[in-house]
């Protein structure tokens, strides 16, 4: 059970990051009668994405090494890195730029700012779960 976990917590980090950024946010854009209601609305959305990146990158820490063991799991030397990565991006996002553009401060810089540093994340947590879908023994 223990080595199917990481595989876990990346696949579900990596399909929110991407529901949520290439199908939900552009859904409320699409659909709600304002830009103003959609952007109320993507902004909870990205801040539950923001404690659903957290969760995953922790849980991910916790089950890079094993209790007592010497060295990190085989997934982890290739990918902590990309976990941290993707950590911080996610409070940068949610806690530097995230008040910015709420606040409508030079708004075209800051979304620009904010939707580049989400696709960093994702691509963050797209190394991350190929390396632990990669390390994974076939059951």
């Known amino acids: 059970m223990f080595e199917r976990l990481p595989f876990f917590c990346a696949a579900l ?3 929110s990051l991407s529901t949520i950024g290439f199908v939900a946010v552009p859904m409320l854009f699409a659909h709600l009668p304002t830009p103003a209601l959609a952007g109320f609305m993507a902004a909870k959305l990205f801040a539950a994405q923001t ?3 957290i969760a995953c990158c922790a849980l991910l820490l916790v089950f890079s090494k094993r209790k007592h063991a010497e060295k990190l799991e085989q997934w ?7 976990v941290i990565t ?6 940068l996002v949610q806690y530097g730029v995230s008040p910015k553009i709420v606040a409508r401060e030079n708004l075209r810089l800051w979304h620009s700012v904010g939707t580049g540093m989400y696709a960093l994340q994702w ?8 390396r632990v879908a990669g390390a994974r023994k076939p059951a």
């Not at 982890?76 to 990309?82: P, S, V, Y």
């Not at 993707?86 to 409070?91: D, H, R, V, Y």
């Open 51 to 53: 404690w659903i990146s």
């Open 76 to 82: 982890a030397q290739a990918a902590i890195g990309f």
């Open 123 to 130: 691509l963050c947590a797209a190394v991350v779960l190929w």
């Open 13 to 15: 980090w990596w399909g």
């Open 86 to 91: 993707g950590m911080l991006l996610a409070l």
